[in-house]
């Protein structure tokens, strides 16, 4: 599939895979919060993947017409760019307009706190596709429980 990476790919770099319009509004800079039921104690650079769908909820399509994000305009199903995972806390209101999403889906929720993001040149194909959150796109490896 992606027999000519380009040099600056990491191979064992782990890779998040989130919709669209979220994953475009993280490239831009705009969307710096990534609301998860979960934790991680990852830190540093990952690889943005844009999943093969996009949301469905009504405040993504709200999100997408406030940014004027055309559905068919934007990667889905490919290796799209990194951020780094700078720190993670309990979402709470004033995460409201850094995660893009309405107060309600903060409750019990955390924030995991995004930066540098950096949008590929081209966007690429996976070797391997995501099998949960995380997923490694170059090489099969499992992917610990220390998330």
């Excluded at 995460?95 to 040149?121: I, S, T």
């Amino acid at each position: 599939m992606n027999e000519n990476l380009p040099d600056e790919i990491d191979k064992d770099r782990i890779a998040l895979g989130v919709r669209q319009p979220w994953a475009e509004l993280i490239l831009r800079g705009i969307k710096t919060v990534e609301v998860r039921a979960v934790s991680t104690q990852i830190r540093g650079p990952i690889y943005l993947y844009s999943s093969q769908r996009w949301a469905n909820q009504d405040f993504a399509k709200l999100a997408s017409e406030r940014y004027q994000l055309a559905e068919d305009k934007l990667p889905l199903g490919r290796l799209i760019g990194s951020v780094d995972i700078v720190n993670v806390t309990q979402a709470n209101r004033s995460d409201v307009p850094l995660a893009c999403v309405p107060a309600e889906k903060l409750a019990g929720k955390f924030a995991w706190h995004l930066d540098n993001p950096v949008r590929f040149e081209e966007p690429l194909r996976v070797k391997f596709l995501p099998y949960g959150v995380w997923f490694y796109p170059f090489k099969r490896k499992k992917f610990g429980r220390r998330g």
